[in-house]
């Protein structure tokens, strides 16, 4: 069961550079997520999409934009890379919390280390 | 240990030991709390969840306390190993309406365990 799947794990870009952080998930998940995680920032929420079809801006958007291709797949671009956005990018899944007794965690996948030069 | 600027709160403890790791949360309209571990080079890795219509609740060697009059939460473990070494965070739902998007995330404490 290989849960969530980013590609690739690692990339370095120059500045200007565009590029495309995929993510899958095969647990059948709703809704799908992107976070960047700096050094003493923890986690923030860049975008999410609650469910196919839809994507709603999260914390830290500017710079970025997302696809929801299908259930399965969420991917993240940058359209013109800069130093500042050099971080560790992660993708989740979680199945909709349909109601306020129920527990949905997000899972994660590993990681996409992205530099920025 | 305090949380400042980039240095993340530590806490290192004897294998066997019971560790405790504190959180304190921002939002008294929060709904749903989650633990996670984190691990060099992984991604987070969910350990035990908590919804705010409860105190407490027990996983395997995991137990995680709610106090809600002081928005803080608390992650025990039980017989600590050098497996648990690891970053801990901690994150709270903010959603309205049940839905379980935009979790906030603490920065997290850093667990070493000492053989």
């Known amino acids: 069961n290989a849960g969530v799947t980013q590609t690739p794990k690692f990339q370095v870009l120059k500045t200007g550079q565009s590029m495309t952080l995929q993510c899958a998930q095969d647990?059948?998940?709703?809704?799908m997520y992107w976070y960047r995680q700096d050094p003493g920032m923890g986690l923030r929420l860049i975008y999410y999409?609650?469910?196919?079809?839809?994507?709603d801006k999260g914390e830290v958007p500017n710079g970025y934009n997302v696809s929801r291709l299908n259930k399965r797949e969420f991917s993240l671009r940058l359209e013109s890379a800069a130093p500042s956005q050099t971080s560790v990018y992660f993708c989740?899944?979680?199945?909709?919390?349909?109601?306020?007794?129920?527990?949905?965690?997000?899972?994660f996948g590993d990681g996409t280390r992205l530099s920025i030069l | 240990g305090e949380s400042v600027g980039l240095h993340l709160p530590t806490l290192s403890v004897q294998e066997g030991d019971n560790s405790i790791i504190n959180c304190a949360y921002s939002?008294?309209?929060?709904?749903?709390f989650i633990w996670y571990k984190q691990e060099s080079g992984k991604g987070p890795q969910f350990i035990i969840d908590?919804?705010?219509?409860?105190d407490k609740r027990q996983g395997q060697r995991v137990t995680v306390l709610l106090n809600k009059t002081v928005k803080h939460l608390s992650l025990q473990i039980a017989a600590t190993q050098p497996g648990d070494s690891a970053v801990y965070f901690c994150?709270?739902?903010?959603?309205?309406?049940?839905?379980?998007?935009?979790?906030?995330f603490g920065k997290g404490t850093l667990l070493t365990v000492n053989p």
């Open positions: 989740a899944s979680s199945k909709k919390r349909d109601s306020q007794y129920s527990n949905q965690p997000q899972h």
């Open positions: 647990m059948n998940h709703n809704s």
């Open positions: 999409s609650a469910s196919e079809g839809t994507t």
């Open positions: 939002n008294s309209a929060s709904d749903y």
């Open positions: 908590i919804r705010s219509n409860m």
């Open positions: 994150a709270e739902n903010r959603g309205s309406g049940g839905s379980n998007y935009k979790l906030t």
